[in-house]
């Protein structure tokens, strides 16, 4: 049974930076690409970033490029994301999610696993 659990969301002020966490476990993600997704208030899901497990390829979403710097831990089989030079706009639930394969995606209906979600408020 995989699950993710996120960790480190929190209220920051505009500028500021966080660091959020995604704890995988039940499976070997050697063959799975992770991605961050989010969900601000009144707005659908929506891409973030990814990371292909294995090789470590990165994609990003524009709104959040140069900014937001996605990464894992082989050896603690975490992902996480930091988060520079936050904006009001970057306001959301941030949920880690798992996709079978190598192939990325920034559909959320590809993807197969998904974490609780982890509330991220950024004050202007």
């Known amino acids: 049974q995989v699950q993710l659990v996120e960790s480190g969301g929190g209220l920051v002020q505009a500028g500021g930076s966080l660091r959020l966490s995604c704890a995988a476990s039940?499976?070997?993600?050697?063959?799975?690409?992770m991605g961050w997704f989010r969900q601000g208030p009144a707005k659908e899901r929506a891409f973030v970033t990814a990371?292909?497990?294995?090789?470590?390829?990165?994609y990003y979403a524009d709104s959040v490029k140069g900014r937001f710097t996605i990464s894992r831990d082989n050896a603690k089989n975490t992902m996480y994301l930091q988060m520079n030079n936050l904006r009001p706009e970057d306001t959301a639930v941030y949920y880690c999610?798992?996709?079978?394969?190598?192939?990325?995606?920034?559909?959320?209906?590809?993807?197969?696993?998904w974490g609780q979600g982890t509330q991220v408020t950024v004050s202007s």
């Open positions: 999610a798992a996709r079978r394969g190598s192939f990325y995606s920034r559909r959320d209906d590809d993807y197969d696993y």
């Open positions: 039940g499976h070997t993600f050697s063959n799975y690409v």
């Open positions: 990371i292909s497990w294995s090789l470590g390829s990165t």
